[in-house]
């Protein structure tokens, strides 16, 4: 979720681009659920959507698509919308089957920066003469469809001079998905402008919601590029183009770098710029600082090698609160809600995970049959019987099943039913009700993920949240191709690493033995660009031929000759240099093959597809994945210790009994020794 601030207005447009930037936009996005069936009299369903600061909103609308049940009655169903508490629209679905739609306008006193969207009803059903309305049956059913969406009007509050409006605009999710972003370098540029670039871009992964579409590394050259409205240059001050040193100049970047904005014929512009390579890198931190870069209300910022541009740390504890207020249900029957819980992107769910219900809920309960239930991922995992006595203050733990996999994010579903014993009971003044308590929390045990798969990407290169030491093997000479697959690996790195602590190194020779060892390393170009990929083509899943121009048959595809020229291959290998590290290999035939590889593991929807550790696309995007690694951990002694953990209590009764087994025979061997049948089997024995 992007929380963007709002800071003035200041442009230098021409009158022409003044006018279209004023014109009335709109900007789509779904509802954060896929397609939901909910059953039940009363049904009801959560989500949010967003409402960027800069926005002069006009109009907002919820397109709703749903579908009810064939048996609903129209007469006594309803459906209730409200935003961000407040209630505001109720209707009848319409007497038909199928999938409905229903345009509802949302008044704009009612928006926010963060949005929640609460669809809710009461689904009844008749047969006849015969009134169901009171039983609750698998018939009682509403379902929300995935492209409902909230759709918004609005025209644009222009950027002020100021560092912190160009961050807000150039990351908000309107301009990012109308392509208006740009991080731009030199044609070649050195490896430290393209550290400095990729932590900038990483940055801005964090905190930009599209999930498909990305902000793109280019060249100052690309005319594409030119076109954006928003325009991040990124260069050290010997290879800043004439344009930019007339906004900075020499004497302003000595010893230090430069954060500067400015705005030319319609674009703005944020130049950042330095002496050196270090300092470069330095200002890219700062960069991928959301909060500095939101602090930052003043057209320019010196970054100098002791300034401190660290994120604020993350203190991971295992402790997720689920709700940070009272959170209140009303109505008779079954009601749920649901929280979202996400692991730091490097570890996974361990067994030994608890999850602790405070409770308070009405004494008008028929307590024969109340019941909270907790579900994982929709799988039930406990439940807990509510009595009068603890109605006031209630509480109670369910341990998660061991083995159950959660990977780095998971639903926590809280389910309440609160019968009444009587119709009369149902009454407003005595509407059942209960309250999930701020102290209701989510206490996870977890382990590293230890999977050398795309299933574990870009897990494996991270650590706390932040890059885990990544060394970038690239072509010595860049196309715009090697630029769109570098941007399509950071964009997703990018949105995974919550602190920029980490470190990033470009290489455009292979690295020493010692970077090898102890890196993870990432190498992208064709091997004709990259010697480092070409000496690692025995290693590879997929090979090229001796002339390294295209790529050949295996054991689990067959490839003609020509179609292997038009491949590219995303490969995540055991590092020969290190057992213990992953190692990518970005490849293909020409730069816009390997460019189409890096495509499919760009985003989180993309690399969802891939479960094994090679990717193979062709200029048609047909794409396959494939498996061939045997043994998929990274480290064989961490899932050993693993194992031990999970099952120390198993082996602390296998100690006992051990002991109990040894205790035993000493004591059979000396009463044998007592009774003298030792001696007798002894002297027994004939002499040699």
């Not at 494939?626 to 296998?654: A, C, E, G, M, P």
Request: hydrophobic share 35%; with cysteine.
């Amino acid at each position: 979720m992007v929380v963007i601030s709002l800071l003035g207005s200041f442009s230098t447009a021409t009158a022409k681009d003044t006018k279209a930037k004023t014109a009335t936009q709109t900007y789509t996005q779904p509802l954060q659920n896929t397609t939901m069936s909910l059953s039940g009299q009363a049904v009801e369903t959560s989500s949010y959507f967003i409402k960027v600061d800069y926005w002069r909103m006009k109009h907002a609308t919820l397109n709703l698509n749903y579908q009810v049940s064939q048996l609903a009655d129209r007469q006594l169903s309803d459906i209730t919308v409200a935003v961000n508490g407040t209630k505001f629209y109720s209707f009848r679905p319409v007497a038909q089957s199928g999938l409905q739609t229903k345009q509802i306008t949302i008044p704009l006193r009612l928006l926010r920066s963060s949005n929640s969207l609460k669809i809710s009803g009461q689904i009844l059903t008749r047969d006849g003469k015969h009134d169901y309305r009171l039983a609750q049956t698998p018939a009682n059913w509403l379902t929300v469809d995935a492209r409902s969406n909230v759709n918004c009007e609005y025209t644009l509050k222009q950027p002020n001079a100021n560092v912190n409006s160009f961050y807000d605009h150039f990351s908000g999710p309107d301009t990012v998905v109308n392509q208006q972003s740009a991080i731009e370098v030199p044609a070649q540029a050195s490896n430290a402008e393209l550290t400095a670039s990729m932590s900038a871009l990483a940055g801005e992964a964090r905190v930009i919601t599209t999930e498909t579409q990305q902000i793109p590394v280019t060249t100052l050259t690309d005319r594409t590029a030119q076109r954006a409205d928003y325009q991040l240059i990124v260069a050290t001050y010997d290879h800043l183009p004439a344009r930019f040193k007339r906004h900075v100049s020499a004497q302003a970047v000595t010893k230090q770098a430069v954060i500067k904005r400015y705005d030319a014929q319609g674009k703005h512009y944020l130049i950042v710029t330095a002496p050196t390579g270090d300092l470069l890198i330095k200002a890219g931190r700062y960069v991928a600082n959301a909060e500095l870069m939101q602090e930052t209300a003043h057209p320019s910022e010196t970054v100098r090698a002791d300034s401190q541009t660290f994120t604020s740390s993350l203190n991971y504890d295992g402790h997720y609160q689920l709700t940070t207020t009272a959170d209140r249900l009303v109505g008779a029957n079954h009601q749920e809600r649901s929280y979202f819980v996400s692991l730091p992107v490097d570890r996974n769910n361990a067994d030994g995970s608890t999850i602790k219900v405070a409770l308070r809920y009405a004494k008008n309960l028929d307590f024969r049959s109340a019941l909270a239930t907790v579900y994982i991922n929709d799988t039930a995992i406990g439940s807990h019987k509510l009595t009068a006595r603890r109605a006031d203050d209630d509480s109670f733990t369910v341990k998660l099943p061991k083995g159950l996999a959660l990977g780095n994010s998971f639903t926590v579903r809280i389910a309440l039913d609160l019968p009444v014993q009587t119709a009369a009971n149902s009454t407003n003044a005595q509407t059942p009700w209960a309250s999930i308590e701020p102290s209701s929390r989510a206490n996870i045990q977890s382990a590293p993920g230890n999977d050398l798969l795309f299933s574990n990407y870009p897990n494996l290169f991270l650590q706390n949240s932040t890059y885990d030491h990544l060394a970038v093997v690239r072509p010595k000479t860049m196309t715009l191709a090697d630029y769109r697959t570098l941007s399509s690996l950071f964009n997703l790195i990018g949105n995974y690493a919550r602190s920029n602590q980490g470190q990033i190194t470009f290489y455009q020779d292979r690295p020493s033995q010692q970077v090898l060892t102890h890196d993870n390393v990432i190498a992208l170009g064709t091997p004709q660009q990259n010697a480092f990929i070409r000496a690692l083509n025995d290693k590879l899943y997929f090979q090229f031929d001796a002339a390294g121009t295209r790529l050949i048959s295996n054991e689990k595809l067959s490839i003609e000759p020509r179609y292997g020229a038009t491949l590219g291959t995303a490969q995540l290998l055991r590092s020969p240099y290190n057992a213990k590290k992953g190692l990518l290999v970005i490849t293909g035939a020409t730069p816009d093959d390997a460019a189409r590889a890096a495509g499919q593991i760009s985003n989180q929807k993309n690399v969802a597809q891939y479960t094994g550790d090679a990717v193979v696309v062709d200029r048609d995007n047909l794409h396959r994945g494939y498996r061939f690694k045997k043994n998929k951990l990274i480290d064989t002694q961490v899932n050993l210790s693993q194992r031990v953990h999970r099952n120390r209590q198993l082996l602390v009764y296998l100690g006992i009994a051990l002991g109990i087994i040894v205790i035993l025979l000493i004591a059979i061997l000396m009463l044998l020794n007592k009774h003298g049948v030792l001696h007798r089997s002894r002297r027994g024995k004939p002499h040699a």
